[in-house]
């Protein structure tokens, strides 16, 4: 077995940030046999165990968000929007058709720009949703929401709803393209039932569904278990109920080619 990663984590690395950004204040679950052929799916065998920051009850994050709302005109164009005074445009969106259509043109105009990594953008009919970054959390709230518009009217909503991730793994500073667990952090869990270890999941901080996700938008890293030679090693695979077992080493390797 291998290390697999999912749709959602090739396309966060390719857009949004790094490994670190990704996993940083997330989980690990153990499961009892093969791990899926693709990180996508769902997770198969029994859960026997999720590792925590020293098991403590994991937090989810929940990513702060603003909007914009469209509220009337049809001419003129949206100039500017910003976030705590950062450009999430890099030119003035003009109006299309309907406010929908033009809320619409907002968002691809504000994820297609290079000068824009800390936030997201979605539209609902008219109004323009925007979504900070992962692993900011409850920071991002209060942060104002602004925009500059002719002729069409709006209203601006600031960043609010940020909920950051308690008792999430984190990992150390990078050296020679690998990436370690925080030395200072215990890694382990409560075992929740009888089993032998054979594969995990590391998932973001954000609430994974644990379903097939068809949609790509899941953050998973998925490897193979043994006592050695695999992405995640103990002394002993066999977990017990309610015994205490804990990570002591856990290394992603970026190859140089």
């Known amino acids: 077995m291998t290390a697999r990663i999912s749709t959602g984590l090739r396309n966060f690395l390719s857009e949004s940030g790094s490994l670190k950004d990704a996993l940083h204040g997330g989980k690990i679950l153990v499961y009892s046999g093969s791990q899926p052929t693709t990180a996508d799916a769902a997770p198969t065998g029994t859960l026997l165990c999720t590792f925590t920051d020293n098991s403590g009850a994991h937090t989810n994050e929940v990513a702060a968000t603003g909007s914009v709302d469209l509220t009337g005109g049809a001419s003129g164009s949206v100039n500017s929007l910003t976030v705590d005074g950062i450009a999430l445009l890099d030119a003035s969106v ?3 058709t ?56 709006k209203t601006d ?51 994974d569904s644990g379903a097939l996700d068809s949609s790509g938008v899941q953050i998973r890293l998925d490897g193979a278990i043994s006592t050695s030679g695999q992405q995640l090693n103990f002394s002993s695979t066999t977990f017990t109920l309610s015994g205490t077992q804990t990570i002591t080493t856990f290394d992603i390797t970026v190859p140089a080619s």
């Not at 406010?99 to 979605?122: E, K």
């Not at 984190?170 to 925080?182: E, N």
Request: aromatic share 6%.
């Open 98 to 153: 309907s406010l929908t259509q033009t809320a619409a043109d907002v968002v691809t105009a504000i994820n297609a720009s290079q000068s824009n990594p800390d936030y997201t953008a979605s539209s609902s009919g008219a109004t323009i949703t925007i979504t900070a970054r992962r692993g900011t959390g409850s920071e991002a709230n209060g942060l104002v929401v602004a925009s500059t518009t002719t002729t069409i009217t």
């Open 157 to 207: 909503n600031n960043m609010s709803g940020g909920v950051s991730s308690v008792n999430g793994l984190k990992f150390g500073q990078s050296a020679a393209g690998v990436l370690s667990k925080l030395a200072s952090q215990v890694w382990s869990g409560t075992a929740v039932a009888n089993g032998t270890a054979g594969w995990f999941r590391f998932v973001g901080p954000i609430a």
């Open 94 to 96: 003009p109006f299309n």
